[in-house]
């Protein structure tokens, strides 16, 4: 009796300290829910986010490769995409040449105008991006004295168009001379085979892609045969060049031969543009350029863009070495930023 007595007495002590407890205890379970669904809220949430991170990461792979499909290197060699860095690196090398204040903008247009010619044109222009637009925007920049145009080497044709497209942007009237032999193939190679472009070198896609490049054929003249042949130079030395494009033959031999040729019929103030100079593949461009210069020359550096040197020519000839001592600078610090 006295022990039921002490369990009851026991028990109704405790029944308000319990009561507490219990509602303690339901506010923690409670809260305790409550976290629970906003966790389980959180995941959801986050589960929504990935699924459309992933949509967007598709839709920009998606996106990337259409991209790739048009700037990509399938079927041209080279790839057309090019970051802001290297791009504005270009535009600095081209400021540095010409002196021009907006070269960024003159370069971001020439890289507009190499989408459309290869979109529009048939084959391939030769090079990669940053060469193709080194040339194409710095030659209207250094003031030719006139649009006479000669190329010598010109693959597809597409590179005639776009240099002509330029010199009519710094208001010249251009007429546009070729040299070429129009071999099936690209003769500078050490593999003669079908271009990967899947198109012939030959005069009717040249003259097609320069129909598709706006230039008119009646200021536009093609000779067939090899520019060190002289009764080809003798077919285009009836005029003075404002621009002359070396861009055949690249040995040291045949460079050395078209830069003597170059020294004959370029107009003074004229520029003369060697392809791929500085190149570790073409090393002969380099090499009778550098000694080409250290003779007499009527030809001075204006500077190095990419893999294309610029070079003015001067009313007379100058015996000895062409490249100024600060010039010389550049070209070392230029050669070591392309080995880096």
Do not use: C
């Amino acid at each position: 009796m006295a022990q039921r007595w002490a369990q009851d007495t026991t028990a109704r002590a405790l029944k308000p300290v319990l009561t507490v407890l219990d509602r303690r205890i339901e506010r923690l379970a409670r809260k305790r829910a409550r976290q629970v669904l906003s966790e389980s809220s959180e995941v959801l949430d986050l589960r929504t986010e990935v699924l459309q991170l992933r949509t967007e990461l598709e839709k920009m792979r998606t996106g990337g490769y259409a991209v790739d499909l048009l700037l990509g290197s399938q079927g041209r060699r080279s790839t057309r995409l090019i970051s802001e860095e290297r791009l504005r690196t270009l535009a600095a090398q081209i400021a540095e040449t010409t002196g021009a204040p907006d070269a960024y903008g003159r370069v971001v247009q020439a890289y507009r105008t190499l989408f459309e010619l290869e979109l529009r044109g048939v084959g391939r222009l030769a090079g990669g991006a940053p060469n193709i637009l080194g040339k194409l925007a710095t030659t209207p920049l250094l003031d030719p004295p006139n649009g006479e145009i000669l190329e010598i080497g010109t693959l597809f044709g597409l590179f005639s168009g776009g240099m002509a497209r330029q010199i009519s942007r710094v208001g010249l009237n251009y007429r546009l001379t070729i040299i070429d032999p129009l071999a099936d193939v690209q003769l500078q190679v050490k593999e003669l085979k079908a271009d990967t472009s899947g198109s012939p070198v030959t005069e009717t896609v040249v003259r097609e892609n320069l129909a598709l490049a706006g230039v008119d054929p009646n200021r536009m003249r093609l000779v067939k045969g090899f520019s060190e042949d002289p009764k080809v130079q003798a077919a285009v030395s009836d005029r003075e060049y404002g621009v002359v494009i070396i861009d055949g033959d690249h040995s040291a031999e045949g460079v050395a031969n078209d830069l003597v040729f170059a020294e004959k019929i370029v107009a003074p103030g004229g520029i003369v543009v060697l392809d791929d100079y500085g190149d570790k593949n073409w090393p002969g461009v380099e090499r009778a350029t550098k000694a080409h210069l250290a003779g007499e020359s009527r030809f001075e550096v204006a500077g190095v863009v990419a893999t294309s040197a610029f070079l003015r020519a001067l009313p007379e000839p100058v015996r000895g070495q062409r490249i100024p001592v600060a010039r010389q600078a550049d070209l070392t610090q230029l050669e070591r930023q392309k080995q880096r």
